[in-house]
């Protein structure tokens, strides 16, 4: 039976969630009914090192988006692709424009990851987006809340849009959490005698450290502990000023990029994500995969679904450093048993979006497009 031919297409396998989706259904898709190829804009991603050598990688000559479109034409044609697959709006606007140049057989698919609202970007911007994806066969959503909005801000069709979560690579964070690559000043700040809470992500008004460096502050009060600080952006010099006037600059670690967070995440006692919004929360289940706890916002739509409106996680109001101080010095304070109880449950969860599992319903969608007669 002749392979399904999947051109995968992103600016390039960087650091970052859609990267890492990419790169785990690149890795675990089944290469006896697929063969997956993956295009970037001429860019040396860091992820790169980590795909599969049996998954062929090909490179535009350019590294401008919009100077992309006819070389990418040309190669969907030339390479007879059955499908392109892209994720992220502007990057999925370039593969649909370069399928539909390339007159070719192949049905676009467009994956949907933003949480998009008229507070993020305008409406014409959303409609320009939806009347975009309308030239897709199907668009696949990252939670039921980006498939609400994909309806009703985007006006995408119901009947285009499945909802797959994000593919996690569960038993490699195992695996990479037992690791002992951590330098030397970094472990030394888990030898000392106090609580440690870690989180992760990039220094952006959108996961809003503020809240939990003000939170924080709340914690120390009543327990020693420390915070660790991982990742990089534009507010690292301003959330330094805050934690010093807060007066828990000698708590609080900024250690930037990791190549290895979750070794960072499983010596911790807690996990915090303090985020406004979310798409999915892959950090979550991240996680409780190493048996981390986690306190995260209720930060819609992806932190109650991951964690089930509090089944598996402490959930707290977005932008409440009262709340989220509440739910980190709960989560700090439980008993053996409770906790136990806390890391079994969350080992349970992130199983369930394991790469093996998630990916089989990337392969159902992929199958499913080339046979839907639909417009």
Sequence with gaps: MKKVKVLFFIYQLGAGGAARTLLNVLNHIDQD????VLVTLNYDGSYEQYLHDDVTLIK??????????????????????DIVFSTIPNYSIIAVLSRLLSFSKAKSIVREAAYLDDRTTSRMLLKFYGFVYRFAKKVIALS??????LINRYNVPNHKINVIYNPVDIDNIKQMATQNDMPAEHSDLFKKDIKTIVTAGRLVPEKDHKTLLTAFSQVTQQIESQLIILGE?????ALKVQARDLNIDDRVHFIGFQDNPYVYFKRADLF??????????????????????????????GAPEVLEDGKYGFLCNVGDPDDMAEKMSHALTQTATEKNETVEQGYARANTFAATNIVKQYESTFSDTLNDKRR
């Design 233 to 237: 952006g534009e507010l690292e010099a």
């Design 272 to 301: 915090a994500l303090s985020s406004l919004t979310e798409g999915f929360g892959h950090v979550l289940v991240e996680a409780l995969a190493v048996g981390t706890p986690v306190v995260s916002t209720n930060c819609e739509p």
């Design 144 to 149: 039921t809340g980006v498939k609400d909005n």
């Design 33 to 36: 009914k697929f063969e997956p």
């Design 60 to 81: 535009l000559p350019t590294k401008r988006l919009r100077s992309a479109i006819i070389p990418f034409a040309k190669l969907i044609r030339k390479e007879q692709a």
